[in-house]
Every structure is written in structure tokens, then in C-alpha cells.
């Protein structure tokens, strides 16, 4: 059956962000198309007349959830008094934390672009860039110190999820808090 332009346009939409909490949640390779799809409630096949490969859908799906980030910083620093604490203080939530699938694409996806490379790496630098010059007017500071600000971010999530011990994961997310404010 022929679906409308509008119809595809939003199956396309639905898919691009279905995939983007999966791979999230479970990588790149930890999630098929045909996973994506059944989750969609859209057949295997139709995946082919929306996306060239699994590897341009990852690539969209970690375009989107970095440019969600990057309105939702671009939010923060309108309007906050200290944009970049503020910031910082969204970021290293315990809502980050607790939700692979809705929380930082950068944590999730870093390895997978590093991995694969090719158009990935490319939506991710992107993305990445974008986020880094957020925090840079936002705290108006130089593009070094954002750059360090961002690796302390991600370095202190990473490190919040994977300790496996609820008081210290805390503790991380408020050192790094305090550090960044």
C-alpha cells in the first residue's frame, strides 16, 4: 500500500527517533533494523525506501538527539543567569544519568562513531561542535575551555553510570557540578 508524502514524512520521523533511543540504550550494533522497525510498527522492508543503510539511519538518529541536545542548552543559556552552570547542572543530572535511551548521545554514540567513522563520525563531530560553542557564549569563555568544560561533562557521566554504586555515581555528578560552577 502507497502511503502520502506526509504519511513517509513522518514515519521517517518516528523511525529516525526510535532508533535514536535504541541506539542509545543499546549501541549501534546491539539493535537491528528489524527491531527498529517492529518498534515503529512499520514493516522491514519499508526501512529501504526511507534510508540507504542501517549506518545513514545512525547517523540521522545521532544528528537529531545532538541537535535536541543542542535546543535544549541553547534554552538553558537564554535563560539562565550563569548559563554555563546551569548547564553543566541540566547536564550531570541524575536524569542523564538513570536514562541511556533519552540522555546524552555523546556518551552512547562516541564509541560507535569512533568505531565506524564515515558519515557517523560526521554527525557526531557536528553535533558535538554545535554543543561546544553553546557552552562557550554561554559561558563566555574560549573554545579551549569549552572544550575541556564538555570533556569534564562526558568524562563525569560516564564515569557516574558505570560505577555500578548509587552514593559514589551521586557524588561524582556533584563534584563535577561543583567544578563546573
Known sequence: MKVSREQASRNREKVVETASRLFR???????????????????????????ESKDA????????????????????????????AAIADDYLSPRNRDAPQTGCALIALGPDAARK???????FRKGFEELAGILEQAGEMDRSAALARMAQMVGALVLARAVGDADLSDEILQAARDAAG
Open 25 to 51: 540504550a543499546h549501541g549501534v550494533d546491539g539493535v537491528g533494523i528489524g527491531e527498529v522497525m517492529r518498534a515503529c510498527d512499520l514493516t522491514h522492508g519499508g526501512f529501504y525506501n526511507q534510508f
Open 57 to 84: 539511519l545512525a547517523a540521522e538518529a545521532c544528528a537529531a538527539a545532538l541537535a535536541k541536545s543542542a535546543a535544549r542548552w541553547s534554552g538553558i543559556a537564554a535563560e539562565a543567569k550563569d548559563a554555563a
Open 117 to 123: 567513522g564515515g558519515d557517523l563520525a560526521g554527525a
